[in-house]
């Protein structure tokens, strides 16, 4: 996937969300990996990776703390609970000495998130209570890690270029800024730099002629600062992400009892959602992915140019022969790109469906999931099918009345379209039922059987 060049990148970012003191989650889709930074009150908490390679099994391995064998041992002996309270209980490390290795490799995972190409950011605003409770436990130094990364992260040309980018941009610092970062390991030069800013607005070029320092080192030290809350900006655009909107529920017919209830759901990240950590995630281990089977791929003629509907169509096609595979990620991935080729015409309802049911696999992809179904639905409004699994979805998630719209606007259009037992058109007040074993990934399977390209 070609990279997204985006105006803004992390430390610009990091800089705005500390200076707005900020609570929720930063996604961010990366080319190796989908790593996941957790604010509060305008500091990062906590950060969250399915990189190959930074999760806390892995790295005890690489620092020698663990072998293989005994990993594995450890993972199958403690179910349910979480890597980093096991290798305590275990005996291999202290608390001292576990949170030590975590501060370690939660500093890799900013590194390699700064200086790794974005190929999407999100941010979700959100109470960290509610997804990250356990690993808030494990307290992380918000200022070193900062003041760290920053200094050894090789992104000297690309700070140059932002700063470059905002011209207007200007900065004031704290009246006692050598004072409130006296507890990070200063250089004699880094220190002197600092005593020469005061509280008047400056920018970056000039921050560098007042320090003398180089054009990157003086970028560097804007951003580091800004991130660390030493600067505020108090001139130009402050860099901010659109916050997520959850779409309206669909409300086939203005009747009283469709009364819209709110969509309480969580944003997916393309990615499959990184396992519950203690600060260590679960652990899922570096092993080789299985060579998938070949699959008949309608060829493209040489001599000929395919047309952007034959490339979505290619996709499709491969997505459906990952799906077999078990590898949702990239039929997801594939279904996007056929998407962003050919996404409005009514040839598109099947890479919609397909995208609609893989979504509904994973309850922290529902949104996206209703976002797909709306869309197939629009294309083909004679299926009953989108509607069928919308309210299916929307019944698993107890909204009982948008439920009730969606299967009745299904069973309008084909009176044959399954939906769960228990639900009643006659009686809207009737209790929904939980549903039985075919569910979402029955009808996954279903699909394979029916449609043949």
Same mark, same amino acid.
């Given at each position: ?173 704290? @009246? ?220 698993? @998630? ?44 029955? @009808? ?10």
């Amino acid at each position: 996937m070609p990279e997204v060049r985006l105006r803004h990148f992390l430390p610009a970012l990091m800089g705005s969300l500390h200076q707005q003191k900020a609570e929720g989650e930063l996604v961010l889709e990366q080319n190796d990996g989908t790593r996941r930074l957790y604010w509060a009150d305008g500091d990062l908490k906590y950060l969250r990776s399915d990189a190959v390679g930074e999760q806390f099994g892995n790295f005890l391995i690489r620092r020698g703390v663990l072998d293989m064998a005994s990993l594995k041992e450890l993972l199958a002996d403690g179910e349910g609970s979480r890597v980093g309270d096991r290798v305590v209980q275990w005996g291999l490390m202290t608390r001292e000495e576990r949170d030590e290795r975590l501060n370690e490799l939660l500093g890799s995972v900013l590194l390699h998130a700064m200086e790794h190409p974005i190929i999407r950011m999100t941010w979700i605003p959100e109470a960290l209570d509610d997804n990250l409770s356990g690993d808030l436990q494990f307290r992380m130094d918000h200022r070193l890690l900062v003041w760290e990364t920053f200094r050894n992260a090789k992104v000297d040309r690309e700070l140059v270029d932002m700063f470059q980018s905002e011209p207007e941009w200007r900065w004031k610092a704290k @009246k006692d800024l050598l004072e409130s970062l006296s507890d990070l390991p200063l250089t004699p030069t880094l220190a002197y730099a600092l005593s020469l800013l005061g509280t008047e607005p400056l920018g970056c070029d000039t921050i560098g002629s007042l320090t003398g320092l180089p054009q990157e080192e003086a970028s560097r030290l804007v951003a580091t600062l800004w991130a660390l809350g030493g600067l505020t900006l108090v001139r130009g655009e402050l860099p901010l992400l659109p916050k997520v909107e959850l779409p309206p529920p669909p409300v086939p017919e203005p009747e009283p009892e469709l009364d819209v209830e709110p969509i309480l759901l969580v944003q997916e990240d393309l990615a499959p959602p990184a396992p519950p950590m203690f600060p260590a995630d679960a652990l899922e281990l570096d092993m080789p992915e299985p060579t998938p089977t070949p699959t008949a791929i309608p060829p493209m003629p040489d001599d000929v140019e395919p047309s952007p509907a034959d490339r979505a169509r290619h996709l499709l096609v491969k997505a459906k022969s990952y799906v077999m595979q078990d590898r949702t990620s990239e039929a997801i991935r594939a279904l996007e790109q056929a998407i962003k080729l050919d996404g409005d015409s009514p040839g598109a309802y099947e890479s919609w469906m397909l995208l609609g049911r893989l979504r509904l696999s994973n309850p922290a992809w529902s949104t996206r999931a209703i976002e797909a179904l709306q869309v197939a639905s629009r294309l083909n409004p004679r299926a009953a099918e989108p509607w069928a699994l919308m309210g299916e979805l929307y019944h698993r @998630k107890g909204f009982r009345a948008n439920a009730q719209g969606c299967f009745r606007r299904a069973l309008e259009l084909d009176p044959s379209v399954a939906v769960p037992a228990g639900w009643s058109a006659e009686d809207p007040t009737q209790p929904l039922q939980k549903d039985g074993q075919g569910g979402i990934m029955g @009808k996954l399977r279903g699909m394979f059987s029916r449609e043949k390209d």
